[in-house]
């Protein structure tokens, strides 16, 4: 029997791509499944067409567009089931794998959260689908990478599951009983570093969590954010604001002194 679990898709201004998200898996799910769609105060009707096409989906409409987090944290409030699954507008996946997903996370007593692998739109792995938590010395070794071999410093085409620091909230599951431990997401991050935020509270309390490529989904990328550069601006505003929350006022300093150089060879 496939444990009870809560599909949260966040909505911005994605209305066709939320009906076509839905349209691929909701109508195999189990019946005792839950799907809410948070609307972030779209403007493009989204949330009129998605309580007409799907009458029996919970859709709750935010008064302002309150970011990734906050759009999100209103969702997980609202769910009780033993797996949450948050899932953006614009990744394609079917049923089965949403079930498989809930079931090997809830099967396995260390970890706290799952991500199956994330695929572009040309069924290639996704960059900056996980990651480690950025670190001076991590965020070196990138810039390194990007400079001196022109590459990744990660491998996004793993065969295994691996434990990994973070895990991209673009489909991501979790175990409710972790969120009760460790809070929700922390809405100050309007966009970018909360799940890498989220994910280390979680491994802070002795949780581990895992990229599991048995799995995979489409992830098209950037439905709902048209302008890149001012999406880097927020970017690097949560990077900073990651710093100040979990490492010393010196390492700050450091961040904001490298940043000019990292900003030049990285890619969002």
Known sequence: MTPKATVIILNYNTRDLTLACLARFYSQIPSDWRVIVVDNASSDGSADA????????DVIRSAKNLGFSGGNN?????????????????VYVDAHTLAGVVQNLLSNPVAAALSPKLLNEQR????????NDPT???????AWNAIIYRRSLHDWDIKHPIAVDWISGACLCVKKAVVDQVGMMDDRFF??????????????????????????????????????????QIYYNSLILFYKKHYTKFQLILLKCFLPIYRAFNRT
């Not at 998605?50 to 989906?57: F, M, S, V």
């Not at 979680?202 to 989904?217: C, N, T």
């Open 191 to 232: 966009l970018y570093f909360e799940d890498n935020d989220w994910c280390l509270r979680m491994r802070e309390h002795g949780w581990r969590v895992i990229y599991d490529p048995h799995y995979q989904v489409i992830h098209l990328g950037g439905g709902s954010e048209k302008k890149r550069r001012k999406a880097n």
């Open 124 to 131: 290639e792995p996704q960059a900056f689908a996980y990651g």
């Open 50 to 57: 998605i309580e007409k096409a799907y009458p029996a989906i």
């Open 136 to 142: 001076i010395f991590y965020l070196l070794k990138r």
């Open 74 to 90: 209103l969702g997980i409030a609202q769910a009780d089931t033993e797996a949450l699954i948050l899932l953006n507008s614009d």
